[in-house]
């Protein structure tokens, strides 16, 4: 079996079935892993959910923040922006299904490996905690009060993690960092406002993944949310939003000894 991390999505339905094709992807002997994102902004964000439910224990996929923003437009919390293409989804016969599946998808995810989540890990956290967390997150996501969260889930406090946090402040803390963090001071603070390449943002931030006390330093992360930031592979961490969405690239990792990359060019939207 081949297990291949895939970078993120956001609708690109076409896309995504032509670097399938590339890699020769086949469901009865190999696995996806997506890093979320798999909705929004780009044009077939029904088929591509469709697509990776339909795939079962063939496909594992971790939430991002616009999977997130899609459950939580279809329980009225989140007025649709500008940009959003989730209507398809949102007017589906099949509407309540998919966000019932994609509910029930986990923050984050491993194996002996490799482990995979959207966004960062605070320094905090090694790979004890980060467990811990992610279950703790979605039991509530996956629970009975999964709308009171959402009511309360976009925010950018508490911004720093410490054992007092408590009740859906703790969640929201949670969530953030599997799926929008990129930026933080050393002691872990996160930055919500700068979304550029390493080298554009102020002194005082660094790239979560660069902090020198990060106790998850010993997980090989496979990572997405950053397109921004491109393919990066350094110290057991890999980036691979690689701006499909953007006319850029979508990309494949095939997970093993030697990880090796497999990217096809897009149009973009």
């Given at each position: 079996m081949s297990i291949y991390a895939i970078g993120?999505?956001?609708g690109c339905y076409d896309d995504l079935l032509r670097l399938l094709e590339t890699i020769q992807f086949d469901a009865q002997y190999d696995q996806l892993w997506f890093v979320g994102d798999l909705v929004n902004r780009g044009p077939k964000s029904l088929e591509t959910l469709r697509f990776v439910?339909?795939?079962g224990k063939s496909a594992v996929t971790v939430l991002g923040n616009h999977d997130l923003?899609?459950?939580a437009s279809a329980l009225h919390?989140?007025?649709p922006h500008k940009k959003d293409t989730l209507?398809?989804?949102l007017q589906a016969h099949d509407c309540d299904e998919l966000l019932y599946w994609l509910r029930h998808q986990p923050l984050f995810h491993n194996n002996d490996d490799f482990c995979l989540l959207h966004a960062g890990l605070p320094p905090q956290w090694d790979f004890a905690k980060t467990k811990k967390m992610a279950l703790k997150a979605e039991r509530v996501l996956q629970g009975k009060k999964y709308q009171e969260f959402f009511h309360v889930m976009y925010g950018d406090q508490?911004?720093?993690?410490?054992p007092c946090l408590s009740g859906m402040n703790k969640i929201r803390f949670i969530v953030n960092c599997f799926t929008r963090m990129r930026y933080c001071k050393a002691n872990g603070q996160l930055d919500f406002k700068h979304h550029g390449a390493p080298g554009s943002q102020p002194s005082r931030l660094m790239p979560w993944f660069n902090v020198p006390t990060r106790k998850s330093a010993d997980m090989k992360i496979i990572f997405g949310h950053w397109s921004a930031l491109g393919y990066y592979q350094q110290h057991n961490c890999y980036a691979i939003d690689t701006g499909c969405l953007w006319g850029g690239q979508l990309t494949a990792l095939k997970l093993g000894a030697e990880?090796?990359?497999i990217s096809i060019d897009c149009t973009g939207i």
């Open positions: 993120d999505i956001q439910k339909s795939l923003h899609l459950i919390q989140r007025k209507d398809p989804i508490p911004n720093k993690w410490s990880v090796q990359r």
